[in-house]
């Protein structure tokens, strides 16, 4: 399996998490609203492997850049 390496800046990487975190929220709406087992089954099989690269990504930027790393108000603009 090839890697594909990239460098963000804090900013940069919030759009990414802020992203990544609405898609995994709308994909957990789906497997749990949903009557179609089939829709619930690929999209849950999606949402397993979103977390598996959410989840660690999502530790190593709060650790890195702190918890606003993960605040997506925009109360400030």
Do not use: H, W
């Not at 995994?24 to 690269?53: F, H, P, W, Y």
Request: charged fraction near 30%.
């Amino acid at each position: 399996m090839s890697q594909f390496k990239l460098e963000l800046a804090g900013s940069e990487l919030k759009y990414v998490l802020e992203g990544l975190i609405a898609l995994e929220q709308e994909m957990a709406k789906i497997c749990e609203t949903s009557d179609d087992s089939d829709e619930i089954a690929d999209v849950g099989n999606d949402l397993i492997e979103l977390r598996l690269l959410l989840n660690p990504l999502k530790e190593r930027a709060i650790n890195q850049f702190g918890d606003s790393i993960t605040d997506f108000s925009r109360d400030e603009l």
